[in-house]
Antibody, heavy 122, light 110 residues
């Protein structure tokens, strides 16, 4: 079955960077996009961006432009999300999800990884 | 891109129905039939319940249904069961390879 398994929790200081990995299995990695979504404590879901695993094209939410980089490693079917210049309000659970794409539009996010808690604290 | 608007909470007794709204604009919900709904239990990852407004993934009970009118999409849960108590989020394509989520609704089974 399709699975996305994320890396473990991280604690970072303000100003640092974090890189979260998302190891996928059970489907052809290059056939779908990988989407990243975050959820601050007690808050809702926030779309951060997507990467096309086939050609590495990325689309980032305007809020994260210049501070986020999404990459993939097709040899290991793994996606990565790096967020720089961390602030306390970046404390959140970060999720990856498979973006099932038809005619260039992600129709749904399914399934999701288990989430990675990133805590930003001095 | 502003979050889609959902009511903070909704509730119903077992066996009853509850409907959650998701209001956007003509640039997202109203402009595309790419609305999906996700269920999230506390401490768990979201789970896809409805996609492309009305379609249900295999394994999702037919008690869950979706619809859309204009700039507002809706999720209806019929025959409420205890395990339906969770947070629900809508999501929509917003053009130019951008996506937006709703503010979330906590469903309580009384």
């Amino acid at each position: 079955q399709v699975q996305l398994v994320q890396s473990g929790a991280e604690v970072k200081k303000p100003g640092a960077s974090v890189k979260v990995s998302c190891n996928t299995s059970g489907y052809t990695f290059t056939s779908s996009r990988v989407t990243w979504v975050r959820q601050a404590p007690g808050q809702g879901l926030e779309w951060m961006g997507c990467i096309n695993s086939y050609n590495n094209n990325t689309d980032y939410a305007q809020k994260f432009q210049g501070r986020v980089t999404m990459t993939t490693d097709t040899s290991t079917s793994t996606a990565y999300m790096e967020l720089r210049s961390l602030r306390s309000d970046d404390t959140a659970v970060y999720y990856c999800a498979r973006g099932i794409t038809i005619f260039g539009v992600v129709r749904r996010f399914d399934p999701w990884g288990q989430g990675t808690l990133v805590t930003v604290s001095s | 891109q502003s979050a889609l608007t959902q009511p903070p909470s909704a509730s119903g007794s077992p066996g009853q129905s509850v409907t959650i709204s998701c209001t956007g604009t003509s640039s997202d919900v109203g402009g595309y039939n790419y609305v999906s709904w996700y269920q999230q239990h506390p401490g768990k990852a979201p789970k896809l319940m409805i996609y492309e407004v009305t379609k249900r993934p295999s394994g999702v009970p037919d008690r869950f249904s979706g619809s859309k009118s204009g700039n507002t999409a809706s999720l209806t849960v019929s025959g409420l069961q205890a395990e339906d108590e969770a947070d629900y989020y809508c999501s929509s394509y917003a053009g130019s390879n951008n996506y937006v989520f709703g503010t979330g609704t906590k469903v309580t089974v009384l």
